[in-house]
């Protein structure tokens, strides 16, 4: 079934460690995202790329890497977690073309609790 | 920069009747206002897309307005049953090109259909 897989669903990490979020699409498309949703705040944009090779920085980046070797996937990746970096983890993709009105497609979620 | 708010974070209504939910934005016009539904657990779900010449548009029990003069897309489900319960997202793109073709969230409405 085409779509967007996240890996693992759900982690307790102790804070300083370091942890990736893995996400991997299989509908070619081009633009990839990482939202972080937390209660009362809703969805924010990490890190996002456009096509493979390049990324760029969202509206919450401050302690959050990301990287696009091929068009599939797209790791999150947190160097050293903080309590405040718990949260879920949407990671998203669409077909961007120069109409910019195509949907997301979501994966399921990444619920991250950082202690 | 461009803001949205729903003004309901949650909106409780009896089977049958029609929910109407209300997205706000400031600054610019969007060329077009996506909405997205979300379950429990799960990631959003694209549901209907409204370009900024479109004063309506409707699928199935669905109907989306856009007002560009008020700023504001209004949602409706007609003859509302338990299971559209969810989360309503609205979403619109923060500008043109580069990064500025990013979607942006409203905090999302909690409807509660009660049969």
């Known amino acids: 079934i085409a779509g967007i897989t996240q890996a693992p669903t759900s982690q307790i990490l102790a804070a300083g460690r370091r942890m990736t979020l893995r996400c991997t699409q299989d509908m070619r498309h081009n633009a990839m995202y990482w939202y972080r949703q937390d209660l009362g705040l809703g969805l924010r944009l990490i890190h996002y790329s456009n096509t493979a090779g390049t990324t760029g920085k969202g509206e919450v980046p401050d302690g959050y890497s990301v990287s696009r070797a091929n068009t599939d996937d797209f790791p999150l990746t947190l160097a050293s977690a903080v309590p405040s970096q718990t949260s879920v983890y949407f990671c998203?993709?669409?077909?961007?073309?120069?109409?910019?009105?195509?949907?997301?497609?979501f994966g399921n979620g990444t619920r991250l609790t950082v202690t | 920069s461009q803001k949205i708010e729903q003004n309901s974070e949650a909106l409780n209504i009896q089977e049958g009747k029609t929910a109407t939910l209300t997205c706000n934005y400031t600054n610019y016009s969007p060329a077009y206002l996506q909405w997205y539904r979300q379950d429990p657990g799960r990631g959003p779900v694209f549901l209907l897309l409204i370009r900024e010449n479109e004063k309506e548009k409707r699928k199935e029990r669905l109907k989306v307005t856009f007002d560009t003069t008020l700023k504001q897309s209004l949602f409706h489900i007609t003859a509302s049953q338990p299971a559209d319960s969810a989360t309503y997202l609205c979403a619109l793109i923060t500008g043109y090109g580069g990064s500025q073709g990013n979607l942006i969230f409203g905090k999302g409405t909690k409807l509660s259909v009660k049969p």
């Open positions: 998203a993709s669409r077909a961007q073309g120069s109409s910019y009105n195509s949907p997301l497609h």
